[in-house]
């Protein structure tokens, strides 16, 4: 890997992080009984990881909702948070990349990407409310909306940025026939 590409790699995971956090940690909207919240962490992960691939959207999303769910006070939900975020934006990357040449499902599949978020958040809050199915299930429909509306600004941010010339932006290749 060239040098330039490591240090441009890093440079993207440290913006990018400071970015998910701010918009994890100040724009929020707490959920009743205070057992969560909703933010915009997830369409800026999703971004990240289908923009700048995989290494960037993995690390920029681990380092930045934990640090979220620790100055907020959640400090139990971090290594389900850090699984949560990891997994999705491994998965969005992998749907986005598998789809790439369908210009329609390439976009549409990556609501399949907030499916890992939600079941572990749901085994989250069944630990921490003492399988309470009910609580269970109303927390994971926000979380359900919040991953909609993330991958919509995920889109959104991906048809913005997508004509930029940004240097060493994820490259995909698409190109399988050996020469």
């Given at each position: 890997?060239?040098?330039?590409?490591?240090?441009?790699?890093?440079?993207?995971?440290?913006?990018?992080?400071?970015?998910?956090?701010?918009?994890?940690?100040?724009?929020?909207?707490?959920?009743?009984?205070?057992?969560?919240?909703?933010?915009?962490?997830?369409?800026?992960?999703?971004?990240?990881?289908?923009?700048?691939?995989?290494?960037?959207?993995?690390?920029?999303?681990?380092?930045?909702?934990?640090?979220?769910?620790?100055?907020?006070?959640?400090?139990?939900?971090?290594?389900?948070?850090?699984?949560?975020?990891?997994?999705?934006?491994?998965?969005?990357?992998?749907?986005?990349?598998?789809?790439?040449?369908?210009?329609?499902?390439?976009?549409?599949?990556?609501?399949?990407?907030?499916?890992?978020?939600?079941l572990?958040?749901?085994?989250?809050?069944?630990?921490?409310?003492?399988?309470?199915f009910?609580?269970?299930?109303?927390?994971?429909?926000?979380?359900?909306?919040?991953?909609?509306?993330?991958?919509?600004?995920?889109?959104?941010?991906?048809?913005?940025?997508?004509?930029?010339?940004?240097?060493?932006?994820?490259q995909?290749?698409?190109?399988?026939?050996?020469?």
């Open positions: 890997m060239n040098k330039n590409k490591i240090i441009y790699q890093l440079s993207y995971v440290a913006l990018l992080s400071a970015l998910i956090f701010l918009a994890t940690y100040f724009i929020k909207i707490p959920y009743f009984n205070n057992s969560g919240y909703f933010n915009l962490s997830d369409g800026l992960i999703i971004f990240s990881s289908i923009y700048f691939g995989p290494f960037v959207g993995i690390f920029s999303a681990i380092i930045s909702t934990s640090l979220a769910d620790l100055l907020s006070g959640f400090i139990l939900s971090i290594p389900f948070t850090i699984f949560a975020k990891g997994i999705e934006s491994i998965i969005a990357f992998i749907i986005f990349k598998i789809f790439y040449k369908n210009k329609i499902l390439r976009y549409f599949s990556l609501y399949l990407s907030i499916i890992p978020m939600v572990t958040y749901f085994l989250f809050y069944l630990i921490i409310y003492d399988f309470n009910y609580s269970s299930y109303l927390y994971s429909l926000f979380d359900i909306i919040q991953g909609m509306v993330g991958v919509s600004l995920a889109i959104l941010l991906y048809f913005s940025f997508n004509n930029l010339n940004i240097k060493y932006r994820y995909y290749n698409l190109n399988l026939k050996r020469r």
